[in-house]
């Protein structure tokens, strides 16, 4: 039995539930968060990378919904570890913080409504294939800070990614990459990008309509590691043909090497060196294999762990 956080308890996951009247169930207003556990057998513990830091952000996104969530950044943390223990899953999870508007009113509006909080994980593999995905530079356009922020996890705003995927689907890719209304690339779906040409490492700014990515900020400290230079500018559609190297992060896609792009092949149509080296190292340390890097992670110890 899964148990979910609700209400301000612990609760079967099932019996978390919501009314088809709520608020955000109609107008799209709540934000969320996704966070990864890995497990490490050996150690009979799950590292959950850089569970701070999401809620931090989390907390950001409520902020601009005008959300209340009622709890501080290490609530929220000491809540996700025990109900982690609870749950004890021996395999890699994934973590869905929600806040949403809760009354069940028919107003268009985000004032004078009710907010509350759920959490739940569920165990989660790889989101998308980790040695080499084919994708479509999608016709929807990534939306515009002005108009739903990118910067903020909104519900509603994943109506975007929705469409996009979709299509990309139905057309036999993998995934899409978005343009921002100026033409030049956001990021993927729900990921951010990067490219690599003539040995750089370039990603869009966070000015091109992009989330601001944890793993994003990740990657972008693990290429000092493997001693590659960044550039962080924007990149334009044409330049994604050329590129010597395309990979998609973040929290569920992890590291997605792109090896095809609108029928084009990336490279050596294989992972590339750079991605290769970043991905290999993203994974150990996020198993808690690089000492170095142990302070991304919260680990979760079973053998500690409540009686559900």
């Known amino acids: 039995m899964s148990l979910a956080f609700f209400r301000n308890q612990f609760m079967p996951l099932e019996n978390a539930t919501v009314s088809i009247?709520?608020?955000?169930?109609?107008?799209?207003?709540?934000?969320?968060?996704g966070i990864r556990g890995y497990y490490n057998e050996n150690a009979d513990t799950l590292y959950v990378v850089k569970l701070k830091?999401?809620?931090?952000?989390?907390?950001?996104?409520?902020?601009?919904?005008?959300?209340?969530?009622?709890?501080?950044?290490?609530?929220?943390?000491?809540?996700?570890?025990?109900?982690?223990?609870?749950?004890?899953?021996?395999?890699?999870?994934?973590?869905?913080?929600?806040?949403?508007?809760?009354d069940p009113v028919i107003k268009v509006t985000l004032e004078g409504i009710a907010d509350a909080?759920?959490?739940?994980t569920v165990p989660l593999g790889d989101y998308l294939p980790t040695n080499g995905i084919h994708v479509a530079v999608s016709a929807w356009r990534r939306l515009e800070d002005n108009a739903i922020p990118s910067r903020a996890k909104v519900t509603g705003s994943y109506v975007n990614t929705a469409l996009a995927v979709?299509?990309?689907?139905?057309?036999?890719?993998?995934?899409?990459?978005?343009?921002?209304?100026s033409g030049h690339v956001a990021e993927g779906s729900a990921a951010?990008?990067?490219?690599?040409?003539?040995?750089?490492?370039?990603?869009?700014?966070?000015?091109e309509n992009i989330l601001e990515g944890i793993t994003r900020q990740v990657v972008l400290s693990l290429t000092e590691e493997v001693e590659v230079p960044i550039q962080v500018r924007p990149i334009d559609r044409t330049e994604l043909y050329v590129a010597d190297e395309l990979f998609l992060v973040g929290t569920g896609v992890q590291v997605a090497p792109i090896t095809k792009i609108d029928h084009r092949t990336v490279g050596?149509?294989?992972?590339?060196?750079?991605?290769q080296k970043l991905q290999a190292l993203y994974f150990d340390a996020c198993r808690g294999l690089v000492p170095r890097y142990r302070d991304w992670l919260t680990p979760v110890s079973y053998s500690v762990s409540e009686p559900v």
Do not use: W
Request: include cysteine; glycine fraction near 8%.
């Open 53 to 102: 830091e999401h809620y931090q952000r989390f907390l950001r996104s409520c902020r601009i919904m005008r959300i209340d969530p009622g709890y501080t950044v290490d609530e929220l943390c000491q809540i996700t570890t025990t109900l982690l223990q609870k749950n004890a899953m021996t395999t890699d999870v994934y973590i869905r913080p929600l806040a949403f508007k809760a």
């Open 192 to 207: 951010n990008l990067f490219m690599v040409r003539d040995g750089v490492v370039i990603t869009p700014p966070g000015t």
């Open 21 to 33: 009247a709520t608020h955000a169930l109609n107008y799209g207003t709540g934000c969320f968060e």
């Open 117 to 120: 909080v759920g959490i739940f």
């Open 268 to 275: 050596t149509g294989t992972i590339g060196p750079v991605t």
């Open 166 to 181: 979709s299509d990309a689907h139905l057309a036999g890719f993998d995934d899409a990459i978005f343009l921002s209304e």
